[in-house]
């Protein structure tokens, strides 16, 4: 909270600057502001960034090495034995002494030195908090009076803001790179310690999944096989049958609301089509369970076929309504795109509507609509909670829709519940799962990629 307050105290010191700098601009010129190489504002945004970055940066800094600082200021005070104790029992003290000074009851009576040493991790935080606050209020203060007496006339503010808000640019987007590599490289590393325990043929080729793993040589049920295959015949099953549902539907109502439907028609089934979008899973888990799963259990029943209270084709009904407004939504919006003078030639040399929405509108939107069908399928692969409760947790290889089955994500969630050990190949293998989903995925995109490159080859 007080780091919050001294964001908000920076954030007005950039609002002060930018004003003061504004003026100090058309007084530098006694109102003859075509004078100025840039625009007052640009001199205000000059004057705010030098009066608010270098404090920001000192802010994010110091919640960045706070704790680590303060934890080795007070382990140093503490008593020799206990400095000398091994780094498990010692991030036990560390952490009994953060729970202290936080207000948070520990279950036994603290030791005197535990007190005290949270009474001095106390003390070190109240002392930062007023060091800091006396640093951002310098550094804002030096930057207003720099920015200030850097305004002349012939400054070139525009060029210097513009360079600046490309660098925050930059760097706002390398930390989504970096963000994203960090996530790789942990799966990877995970990965790689699972295989060093199951060997990579028997997780790739593998035809049975049963990762519990036996605590005593005599328990039973508890094998260990780590085989993949029959979670990844479940996820195709499920993720196929959903896309047979979502993208014919979804492209065709695309095509509709956008080439033959009414401007009223349109204007009431487009915000229905999104309001199913932004239905929670949980609820389309729901009725998976409790209706589609039933119903097709009696109409199987009724013509002599053996179906499960959970399967295959009943997550993946519902899986596949639950896609359709992302399809049709963004097929409608590439298709609208299209130009009209594409159409209007296609009709002037004879062609039909229906002629000139295949073989013109169509192929001319083939990139965002092999865009929207690469999300929902992504959509599908990923989504667990209506799998979970119209599908199940079996982990069956077959080929029977109307059989459970299970896939990637729902057992990466089941290995993750509870308190794991990150050192046993049941936990780890989590990470194998969703390494293999991210080589799926990265595959899918270079599909689509290939196929939009092959349209452009042909149409540019």
Known sequence: MKHITLFIVIVILSAVGYYLGRIRSVKAVKGEIRTLHSL???????????????????LVLWIVFQSSIITSLVVSALPSDIQNLSPDRLSLVINDIRNIADGIIVSETPDVFLLKAAEHYNGLKGVGYLALAAVLLSFCTAGLAYGMRKIVPSMRARVNVERTMQVLMVLCSTVAIFTTIGIVLSVIFESIRFFNQIPVTDFLFGLKWSPQMAIRPDQVGA????????????????????ML????????????????????????????????????????????????????RNIGSQIGLEVSSESALA???????????????????????????????????GATKSETVVRVVIPAALPGIVGSVLLGVSRAIGETMIVVMAAGLTANLTANPFAAVTTFTVQIVTLLVGDQEFDSPKTQAAFALGLVLFVITLCLNIIALYVVRKYREEYE
Request: with cysteine; charged share 10%.
């Open 245 to 296: 549902i979502a993208v014919p539907i979804g492209l065709m109502s695309a095509i509709y609301m956008s080439e033959y439907a009414a401007d009223r028609v349109r204007t009431v089934v487009k915000p229905i089509l999104e309001i199913l979008a932004g239905i929670p899973t949980v609820v389309y888990g729901f009725f998976a369970a409790l209706t589609v799963a039933p119903f097709i």
């Open 40 to 58: 007052p504002g640009y001199y205000g945004f000059y004057v705010a960034l030098w009066c608010g970055i270098p404090a920001l940066i000192v």
């Open 315 to 349: 997550a993946g009904l519902v899986m596949g309504i639950m896609i359709i407004p992302f399809i049709s939504s963004f097929s409608d919006d590439v298709i609208n795109a299209v130009p009209q003078s594409l159409r209007d030639a296609s009709l002037g040399i």
């Open 223 to 242: 094998d260990g096989s780590f085989g993949m295959v029959p979670l990844l015949a479940g996820t195709l099953m499920i993720s196929g049958i959903a």
